[in-house]
DNA sequence: AGCAATCGCTAACTTATGCAAGCAGGGGAT
DNA sequence: ATCCCCTGCTTGCATAAGTTAGCGATTGCT
């Protein structure tokens, strides 16, 4: 069984940026200004009319504050297969959590992964 | 691993996929075919004349079996000094986790995070 | 009532990406 | 010598990216 994977991330791009966006409190013209792009274009973005390039998104995440990488692989740019950011290192790094607390998450994260029957190979919503 | 994060990167992308490529010894017609783009276009992408999109990088970084984040990173796409891995987006890249679980997970880290007086989703500061 | 500012979106335009076709040169085999 | 296959490079073109200008619909202010 392959993976068609490929174009339903892409798909869902537009409205993972509307989400960060959102959950920013940013207007379309305050983001597309923070990231040096026009208005219009962010909403097409948004809406999936276009795709952004490389460069687009990078400004994108830097804007929203959040990791180029997770907005690559939600662009499909990058097979998450082979180089996932791993959710172990990243709460190990994480400054802002006491050790128990890191205890809990990587606790639950592991119960979680398991329950799923640890395969990667997963469906990614579709509300 | 700090690295000066400039333009400079951007311009030696070209000999790096080209260094790449002679180190597999691939010519420019193998390469191409095996990343699905054409001959002319990775010359001139080896030659700086074009900038690859993200998505012809990603091609490039499975046909030569490098990481696409190396990639990305000769590219400039990447800011690696600002790239921590944040566990918002470790969990949000995670293919091993439903979107129910991503939730849950996400709001734990959050109120853990709010809990130590240190905001995982802050308001975004501009200049 | 107006006027101004902001929201997201549409239309028309410029520019760059990425491709197919073709060119010049180099070996090796016949 | 010709023929064939390979090397990398140039040219011109279709299409997608990304722009500026402007639209209709809100919201607040006087």
Do not use: C, H, W
């Not at 959102?22 to 097409?44: H, T």
């Not at 400004?59 to 791993?86: C, H, Q, T, V, W």
């Not at 290192?89 to 994480?94: E, L, V, Y």
């Amino acid at each position: 069984m392959l993976m068609i994977v490929s174009d339903s991330k892409q798909s869902d791009l537009g409205e993972f940026i509307r989400q960060q966006r959102e959950r920013a409190n940013l207007s379309l013209r305050r983001l597309a200004d923070a990231a040096g792009i026009s208005n219009p274009y962010l909403s097409q973005i948004e809406r999936g009319i276009r795709k952004p390039s490389a460069e687009i998104l990078k400004r994108l995440s830097r804007a929203l504050e959040i990791s180029a990488n997770s907005m690559y692989s939600k662009a499909g740019l990058i097979d998450d297969d082979f180089e996932s950011p791993s959710v172990f290192d990243a709460i190990d790094a994480d400054a802002s959590l006491t050790s128990e607390q890191k205890k809990v998450l990587l606790d639950l994260y592991r119960t979680m992964s398991r329950a799923n029957g640890l395969a990667a190979e997963n469906d990614q919503s579709k509300e």
